[in-house]
């Protein structure tokens, strides 16, 4: 958004309408970003940081009303959020490495859901199955698991990182190489 009166720049919410074309401001100087709709429950999640902490904001669909879900104040850093059976998975830093928890969406409580010695980011759960960055030899790859698998689905020199899944089991993520990000697909 554009700098407020006092000249702060904050991240705000939008719509878009693709059919109008047409681009609607949600929210007013409240510092979110990476938002998620949820389509069952009608609301938007975003991550909300304040004072070095990152929390969860849960909104309806046009931000008129909104709570702040979760109540960290010990320096923790969200990333980025998806839905996951009926909460929330979350990549974050405590205090080096990133790792993937589990928020409950009623009560905001926070449990850990995966953790290692090395950065977990960018969870992605659909159909069953989360698929996320894992850097454990040094370089992000795609990681992926579900009932029927578990393991790495690319082995890149220059990483892999944001995945999504379409419903049909496709999965498009950003790379990185030769000095910058591109858009890539696995069809299978």
Not at 41 to 59: E, K, M
Not at 88 to 100: F, K, M, P, Q
Not at 130 to 136: E, H, P, Q, W
Request: aromatic letters at 12%.
């Amino acid at each position: 958004s554009k700098p407020n009166k006092d000249g702060s720049k904050f991240f705000d919410l939008y719509s878009l309408d693709l059919i109008k074309e047409e681009e609607e401001q949600l929210t007013e100087s409240l510092r979110l970003f990476s938002p998620v709709y949820d389509e069952e429950n009608d609301q938007i999640i975003a991550i909300n940081t304040y004072d070095g902490t990152s929390n969860l904001v849960v909104g309806n669909r046009d931000f008129s009303e909104y709570n702040i879900l979760t109540k960290f104040e010990n320096g923790m850093q969200i990333y980025s959020v998806c839905l996951y059976k009926g909460n929330y998975l979350i990549d974050a830093v405590t205090n080096h490495e990133r790792d993937l928890y589990i928020i409950d969406s009623q009560t905001g409580d926070i449990t850990e859901f995966k953790k290692e010695p090395w950065d977990l980011r960018d969870p992605k759960y659909v159909n069953n199955t989360v698929i996320y960055s894992d850097d454990k030899d040094g370089i992000y790859n795609l990681f992926i698991e579900n009932n029927e698998k578990s393991g790495y689905i690319t082995d890149l020199k220059g990483g892999a990182f944001k995945p999504d899944i379409s419903k049909e089991g496709k999965i498009v993520f950003s790379i990185f190489k030769d000095g910058g990000y591109k858009l890539a697909l696995l069809n299978n």
